[in-house]
């Protein structure tokens, strides 16, 4: 499996871990995004690395059965640097409405470490 694609996995996975459950090393989720990483949301709003590092510490077991679902996971453009890749991301939550977003993250590659530098996410209509 393609390096970017099974990162976006995992890191899902770990989001998952953390917000529905609390568990799993926030540090150790942190680590995967760049210091310069920026985030536009569903909503529009931007977030850096200093607001998203607040939002996963304040939110351990937040979100209490939490599902989240990829699909659609593409390598747009990769070189050896980093790469582009889009994918859709499911989620649910029991007794709430399910929602799907639209991605695409631009990874840098530093070694053998893959570091997200930019995500913007759109809500589905």
Same mark, same amino acid.
């Given at each position: 499996m393609n390096r970017y694609i099974q990162e976006v996995i995992e890191a899902h996975v770990a989001i998952e871990n953390w917000l529905g459950k609390g568990e799993g090393d926030?540090? +150790?989720?942190? +680590?995967?995004f760049s210091p310069v990483f920026t985030m536009v949301t569903p909503g529009g709003k931007t977030l850096n690395f200093d607001s998203l590092s607040a939002f996963f510490q304040a939110q351990p077991a937040a979100k209490p059965g939490l599902k989240i679902s990829l699909d659609e996971i593409t390598v747009i453009a990769e070189w050896p640097g980093g790469a582009v890749v889009s994918y859709s991301e499911g989620q649910s939550l029991p007794g709430q409405e399910n929602t799907l977003r639209h991605s695409t993250v631009i990874f840098s590659n530093a070694g053998s470490d893959l570091l997200w530098l930019r995500l913007h996410e759109t809500a589905a209509a």
């Open positions: 926030v540090q +150790a989720l942190l +680590a995967r």
